[in-house]
């Protein structure tokens, strides 16, 4: 079982001190890391952020008159049926995009996995930094900067995972390049991968494991 030290964090004067240990669940923080199940969640994930929008006209939607624009013969050229017809500038399109939706499911066990996983591979990769609380009495973006800098993450992309609603922490943190805040409850395999460190209240810690020890699971994706 992985232990990780707690830290401290005066975010009035931006220093960081070690407040004790974690131990952290070897169920959820230190399973097989699966680039497979990265791949499936984070393409459901984007997926179904697409709007699916997307769309031409074919013939039947076209302006244009219905009429046949000559006659079948006499004139020397090539027989036509209606100028919406799409060899013609301005006709319908064949087959082009619809407005569809892109939206697929994943089985809730491999959904769970994947972010097993993906903690997994923060924390055994160094990345994972738990502090006691992240509490902030005013909307000060500069106290944030300086208590992430106390934690060596100075320049680096980073999630950080609060346990309860903090919207003086949130709003101070939006400033920040690089920078994302999200609750115990939100956490997901996009965001823990596309940022280069995680950092978490104890509390947050607590939940994830909580949720994640009660998600279902496969014999083959731990």
Request: hydrophobic share 40%; proline share 4%.
């Amino acid at each position: 079982m992985a232990t990780v030290d707690v830290k401290t964090l005066d975010l009035a004067k931006g220093g960081a001190g070690k407040a004790g240990s974690l131990e952290l669940d070897p169920a959820v923080f230190e399973v097989e890391v699966r680039p497979d199940l990265f791949h499936a969640e984070v393409r459901r994930q984007l997926a179904g952020r697409r709007a699916g929008t997307h769309s031409t006209k074919n013939r039947a939607f076209v302006s244009g008159g219905g009429v046949k624009p000559w006659r079948q013969k006499g004139t020397g050229r090539a027989r036509q049926g209606s100028i919406r017809a799409p060899q013609w500038a301005g006709g319908g399109i064949v087959f082009g995009p619809v407005p569809r939706g892109y939206a697929h499911k994943l089985p809730k066990k491999v959904r769970a996995a994947a972010l097993r996983s993906a903690l997994s591979l923060k924390q055994s990769e160094g990345n994972l930094t738990v502090v006691e609380a992240l509490a902030l009495d005013e909307y000060k973006t500069k106290k944030v900067a300086a208590a992430l800098e106390s934690l060596g993450l100075a320049g680096k992309s980073v999630l950080v995972v609060i346990d309860e609603e903090s919207a003086t922490f949130e709003t101070s943190a939006r400033n920040l390049p690089n920078v994302s805040v999200i609750r115990a409850e939100g956490v997901n395999v996009y965001d823990v991968l596309r940022h280069e460190a995680l950092v978490a209240t104890r509390a947050s810690i607590e939940k994830l494991a909580a949720r994640l020890a009660a998600a279902p699971r496969r014999g083959n994706a731990s």
